[in-house]
């Protein structure tokens, strides 16, 4: 592992690939993700790197284990339990164990964010369709919502 990891413009690290968000889904839309410390950096975590395209969005999903997510670029809205906030560069947005989340980037701008998560942790679970139901009796998160 190298001391120093080289931003290189264009939101892109120098020596880090730019990969898929996940394997393959639907449930997600023009989503990339960039390791930049993985378990090899003897630390207990992971930082990663998303972007998420202009009018994309993650998975909409909970899991077990908490994580921290800065916005670095653009401008988006993120889905937090039973709240939706606006977010822009710098905010930081903490999702607790077993939290309902989903980011969305704006309708003409990308959405870059670092996550830092442990990097023991369980896989992240997406919404029966009763649990999707009960998440859409609220009319502002059933609109948010992508899935």
Sequence with gaps: MKPLLRYQGDFQWEGVPVGPYKAEGTHFRGVTRQT?????????????????EP???????????????????GAGRVLVGAEIFDVRPFDLVRIGPQTWHQFRSAPGAPL??????????DRPVQPTRA??????TDSQIAAFIRT
Excluded: Q
């Design 36 to 52: 930049l410390l993985g378990p090899d950096a003897g630390l207990r975590c992971e930082l990663r790197y998303f972007e998420i």
């Design 55 to 73: 009018n994309g969005h993650s998975t909409l999903e909970r899991h077990d284990h908490a994580h921290a997510v800065v916005i670095f670029r």
């Design 112 to 121: 870059g964010f670092f996550c830092l998560v442990d990097c023991a942790r």
């Design 131 to 136: 649990e999707l139901g009960a998440l859409r």
